[in-house]
């Protein structure tokens, strides 16, 4: 359907996305999430809620560019998803920490696998490091950058709560 007159582009535009997980699902017609239109403007806020199994996380991995679509087209801020967004965040549910990395060097760990960090990642540690200890101080962590995973839990459990997708 045409956009109104005047009315900007949404920033988040999925048009009749489904995804099923792989070839054999596809081929049995085994959708995780069916037929999604979905305009979200920028700067609006939206939650989306239903029981396990419905489609949240993958709604998200469809939205961060962490999967693609079987079928439709995902447009975020005027360009077809065709990768991981770096303008995306996802808190997950699961902690996905590993136990044997402080929790400097978990906070690092993307900077070490992915380009263009993962490149520069020995030149610019200190500076990685330091962005890295601003964000810890920003969310309660200040003071537990050389802890492991399973010695700060006391003080996960009272840092503010980040949304779990
Ligand atoms: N990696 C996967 N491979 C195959 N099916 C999956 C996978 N992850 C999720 N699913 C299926 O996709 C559907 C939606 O799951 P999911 O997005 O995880 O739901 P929610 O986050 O709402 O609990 C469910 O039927 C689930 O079994
Ligand atoms: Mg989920």
Do not use: H
């Not at 054999?24 to 920028?42: P, T, W």
């Not at 549910?93 to 490149?119: C, F, G, K, M």
């Amino acid at each position: 359907m045409a956009e109104l007159a005047g009315a900007a582009a949404p920033f988040i535009d999925f048009r009749d996305v489904w995804l099923a997980y792989n070839d054999e699902l596809l081929a049995q017609r085994q959708f995780a999430v069916e037929a999604i239109d979905l305009q979200v403007a920028q700067g609006e806020f939206i939650a989306i809620v239903g029981p396990s199994g419905c489609g949240k996380s993958t709604f998200m991995k469809l939205a961060t560019g962490l999967k693609r679509p079987s079928r439709g087209s995902i447009v975020i801020d005027g360009r077809e998803v065709d990768g991981p967004l770096k303008i995306s965040g996802m808190a997950f549910q699961a902690p996905s920490l590993l136990p044997w990395r402080t929790t400097l060097d978990n906070v690092l760990l993307p900077l070490e696998i992915v380009e263009p960090y993962r490149s520069q990642f020995r030149s610019k540690r200190a500076e990685y490091a330091e962005r890295a200890r601003a964000l810890l101080r920003q969310v309660g962590l200040g003071g537990y950058e050389s802890k492991y995973p399973g010695s700060c839990r006391a003080a996960c459990s009272s840092a503010p709560a980040s949304a779990a997708r």
